[in-house]
């Protein structure tokens, strides 16, 4: 890395790489594990500490199981709304 700071060219360059793997909005996740629940989104996977789920769909999930997700703005935190499933 040629000229200023090496660290904050790096970041940068994370950054730029990261853009377009972070979900926003709406987001659909598969249920990787069903005790505690884990979620990935894409190869991200969320814990159940970062999660809250529709009532309904509580003991209902299982690994495989798509489902959509909405985020907080903190993207730290989503909330499980319901299973998606094909037509």
């Known amino acids: 890395m040629e000229g200023g700071n090496p660290y904050a060219q790096l970041l940068t360059l994370l950054r730029q790489e990261a853009k377009g793997q972070l ?16 979620i990935k989104i894409g190869t991200i996977p969320i814990e159940a500490e970062e999660l809250e789920i529709n009532r309904t769909l509580r003991g209902s999930l299982e690994p495989g199981d798509q489902v959509l997700l909405l ?17």
Do not use: N
């Open 23 to 38: 979900p926003r909005g709406h987001v659909r996740g598969e249920v990787s594990r069903e005790s505690p629940l884990q």
């Open 71 to 87: 985020t907080q703005d903190d993207m730290q935190h989503f909330i499980v709304l319901c299973k998606v499933v094909g037509a």
